[in-house]
C-alpha cells in the first residue's frame, strides 16, 4: 500500500498534478503495545461469551468472569507501567481537553489524536469501571450469606446491563469516528500502528 502511494504521488508530480510541497507523505506510528492489544480483544470475546452466549450463574460463566478479572487487574498495572499510550497519566483527560475537542469537532475541526482522543479516554475509563465493578459484584454473589439474598445478584446485574451499553456506544462511536477522520481506530489495534501524514497535527503525539 505504501509502494502504490509512492508511486500514485511520483505520477501525479510528473504530469504536473500537484506540486512536490503538496504532496502527503504518509507514515506509520505505533501505538498500542502487545499488552494492550490482547487485553483488548480476549475482553471483547469474553465479554461475548458472558453477555450473550452463556447462561448466567453457570460454571463458564463464572470462570470467563474470574478471568476477566484477572485481565482487568492485568491492565490497571499496565495503566501504571506499561507503554506510553497504555498509561492512564497519558490519556486521562482534563475539563478544558474534553470542552476544546467538542468544541472543535463540532465545529468541523475534527482534532487527531494517536491515542485515545479525550472523549474516548473518557468510555475507556467507564468501560474499566464498569468491568471492575461487574467482576468485583460477580465473585461477591458466591458470598449470599454475607449480603443477603439475590442482593448482590441485582447489583451485578445492574453493571452487566450498564456494561453493555457502553459497549454498544463505544463500538458505534469506534465506526463513526473511524469512517468520518480516517484515524485508523481498529487498524491500529489489530496491528498496534497507525498510519498519519507528514502534515497531519497530532495533538498526542510522543
Known amino acids: 500500500m505504501a509502494l502504490y502511494s509512492e508511486c500514485v504521488n511520483t505520477l501525479k508530480m510528473m504530469f ?22 490482547l487485553f483488548h480483544w480476549i475482553t471483547v470475546t469474553l465479554c461475548v461469551l458472558n453477555l ?11 470462570y470467563v468472569g474470574y478471568t476477566l478479572a484477572g485481565l482487568v487487574v492485568i491492565r490497571i ?33 475534527h482534532p487527531y489524536y494517536a491515542g485515545h482522543n479525550p472523549v474516548g479516554s473518557l468510555m475507556v475509563l467507564f468501560l474499566l469501571a464498569c468491568l471492575v465493578g461487574t467482576a468485583v459484584t460477580g465473585i461477591l454473589t458466591n458470598f449470599e ?28 462511536a469506534v ?17 498496534g500502528k497507525k498510519r498519519i501524514t507528514d502534515k497531519s497535527i497530532v495533538k498526542d503525539l510522543k
Open 77 to 109: 498495572i499496565w495503566g501504571f507501567y506499561g507503554s506510553h499510550y497504555a498509561r492512564f497519566y497519558q490519556f486521562i483527560p482534563t475539563p478544558t481537553d474534553i470542552y476544546d475537542y467538542i468544541h472543535n469537532t463540532l465545529n468541523g475541526k
Open 16 to 37: 504536473f498534478l500537484v506540486k512536490e510541497d503538496e504532496v502527503e507523505k504518509k507514515y506509520e506510528i505505533y501505538v498500542w503495545d502487545v499488552i494492550v492489544r
Open 52 to 62: 450473550f452466549i452463556l447462561e448466567e450463574g453457570e460454571r463458564n460463566h463464572r
Open 145 to 172: 450469606d454475607l449480603f443477603g439474598d439475590d442482593v448482590m445478584e441485582g447489583i451485578h446485574g445492574i453493571f452487566a446491563q450498564t456494561l453493555q451499553a457502553a459497549i454498544f456506544v463505544h463500538v458505534l
Open 175 to 191: 465506526i463513526v469516528i473511524d469512517y468520518r477522520t480516517k484515524s485508523d481506530l481498529i487498524r491500529g489495534m489489530i496491528t
